[in-house]
């Protein structure tokens, strides 16, 4: 069921350790199939040196193993209320990786101060507020997602033009078009994140600033949108 996609999957996990975004068994990456409604998803606590494309978890939108012979990650519910509330992704990714989770754990949003941030993330990345103790008890990977999805709605943030939250004591979740395409957010983030806190290191005075809006829309509209122009077309 789902070869494709798992094998998918599977190179988009394996790519977080090459890209020294996790260490141990720490992250995952899922992909969803829109036709069926089905999830692919990392399983949880499998080590990335043995982990195999078959090992995979198939799982539906409410978070129930439809196929595989291990337990989906434990950050399953999270990826599939992403899934529901944002119709638009086809990947999720979380990570422990330390610079985004440095912004994540003082409860700070990741500033767009430059161009490399600005050609992936249209403004700030949020950080979304960590949960109450009766959110934890209820269904703690559930209501992080709930929690991503409601911040960007109170924000008014297109979840498409910010593919990224940084979850508060927590750490990062990224999505995107795929799952490749969801973790090369994830490299994303943590590259701009490691440049954040160098900047503000070398001029602390830019705290609560950011690039201007007429840098930040040129930079992003020209590689998103109707007019980009950044790149290749295939003739």
Same mark, same amino acid.
Not at 192 to 213: D, F, T, W, Y
């Given at each position: 069921?789902?070869?494709?996609l ?23 990456v899922?992909? $969803?199939? &829109? ?5 692919? /998803?990392? =399983?949880?606590? *499998? #080590? ?16 129930n193993?439809?196929e ?24 999720v ?37 960590g ?16 929690? $991503?999805? &409601? ?5 008014? /943030?297109? =979840?498409m033009? *910010? #593919? ?72």
């Amino acid at each position: 069921m789902l070869e494709e996609l798992k094998e998918i999957v599977f190179r988009a996990n394996m790519e977080l350790p090459e890209k020294k975004l996790v260490i141990d068994t720490w992250g995952n990456v899922s992909g $969803i199939d &829109r036709a069926s409604g089905l999830v692919v /998803i990392k =399983p949880s606590g *499998v #080590p990335y040196e043995t982990m195999k494309a078959e090992d995979m978890v198939v799982v539906d939108l409410d978070g129930n193993v439809v196929e595989g012979d291990y337990r989906p990650s434990s950050d399953t519910p999270t990826h599939v209320v992403l899934y529901k509330a944002f119709p638009e992704i086809g990947g999720v990714v979380h990570t422990h990786s330390p610079w985004a989770v440095s912004f994540a754990q003082a409860g700070r949003e990741l500033p767009a101060y430059g161009t490399t941030h600005a050609d992936y993330f249209y403004g700030n990345v949020p950080c979304v507020p960590g949960l109450t103790k009766e959110e934890i008890e209820a269904g703690y990977e559930r209501n992080t997602g709930e929690s $991503i999805v &409601r911040h960007f709605a109170k924000l008014g /943030i297109d =979840p498409m033009a *910010v #593919p990224a939250a940084l979850c508060q004591f927590h750490g990062p979740f990224t999505w995107g078009t795929d799952p490749h395409d969801a973790v090369h957010n994830a490299m994303v983030l943590e590259v701009c994140s490691q440049m954040a806190v160098h900047a503000e290191q070398l001029n602390p005075e830019i705290r609560g600033k950011h690039i201007p809006q007429e840098i930040l829309d040129k930079h992003y509209f020209r590689k998103h949108g109707a007019n980009a122009y950044y790149g290749q077309t295939k003739k």
